[in-house]
């Protein structure tokens, strides 16, 4: 028989022996809150994952991402001075970022020491460009589109004011005609690849199945002239 103490306690009353026990609501209790102190230590695990995980995966992404800005090399903004003579002084890169498909070509290695996407072992030098503007030059402008990622190095600003890309920047001059000793510098592009590439050899090395748009730009030096 079940009744009623005086601090509202159940108790049960055995009809056989007359014994009284009270039932304990505090075993219950604890059992209770033991229960939801393992669901929130739970949750506390899968929310701190969650938060590392979106870290690493964010840090990830912006080692992955070329940066927003147009990698300076030894001569970025060169002495606008012009010369009477041609001096063909400063280096033209070429280099690829085989994971993006992205050529780029400007007077530092690696795209601006961009080893991380441009490694060392994909560095060709072309030859020389000029650090200051000569009769029948043409300025050389590093573009960037940040919507594909692709470095854009043409004769007019904007990667030929083609839509997506930002403001260039001069990395020096070529010329607009062929001289003694000097390289064609052609500019190509690929659909497939979103990729513009500017190199000493037509359709981006001779890919004319991919890079199937062709220009010739202008002329570079083989040898570096003082």
């Given at each position: 028989?079940?009744?009623?103490?005086?601090?509202?306690?159940?108790?049960?009353?055995?009809?056989?022996?007359?014994?009284?026990?009270?039932?304990?609501?505090?075993?219950?209790?604890?059992?209770?809150?033991?229960?939801w102190i393992i669901v929130?230590?739970?949750?506390?695990?899968?929310?701190?994952?969650?938060?590392?995980?979106?870290?690493?995966?964010?840090?990830?992404?912006?080692?992955?991402?070329?940066?927003?800005?147009?990698?300076?090399?030894?001569?970025?903004?060169?002495?606008?001075?012009?010369t009477n003579t041609p001096i063909f002084d400063t280096e033209l890169y070429f280099s690829f970022n085989s994971s993006n498909n992205d050529s780029?070509?400007?007077?530092?290695?690696?795209?601006g020491g961009q080893t991380n996407l441009f490694p060392s072992s994909s560095n060709q030098k072309l030859g020389y460009i000029a650090s200051r503007p000569f009769p029948n030059s043409s300025p050389l402008y590093l573009s960037f589109n940040s919507?594909?990622?692709?470095?854009?190095?043409?004769?007019?600003?904007?990667?030929?004011?083609?839509?997506?890309?930002?403001?260039g920047t001069i990395i020096g001059y070529i010329s607009t005609t062929p001289f003694s000793g000097s390289l064609p510098l052609d500019w190509s592009f690929s659909p497939s690849r979103n990729d513009s590439c500017t190199d000493i050899e037509p359709n981006c090395g001779n890919q004319a199945t991919i890079y199937t748009t062709n220009q010739l730009i202008g002329h570079i030096s083989e040898t570096r002239t003082n």
């Open positions: 028989m079940s009744t009623l103490s005086s601090n509202n306690v159940p108790t049960i009353t055995s009809t056989s022996t007359g014994r009284t026990f009270k039932s304990s609501n505090s075993e219950t209790s604890g059992r209770s809150n033991d229960g929130m230590i739970i949750i506390f695990i899968i929310i701190a994952v969650v938060v590392i995980g979106a870290i690493i995966w964010r840090r990830r992404r912006e080692e992955e991402q070329p940066p927003s800005t147009i990698p300076t090399g030894p001569v970025i903004t060169p002495n606008n001075q012009p780029c070509t400007t007077t530092s290695m690696s795209c919507s594909v990622n692709d470095y854009c190095t043409f004769t007019i600003n904007r990667c030929n004011n083609r839509s997506g890309y930002a403001e």
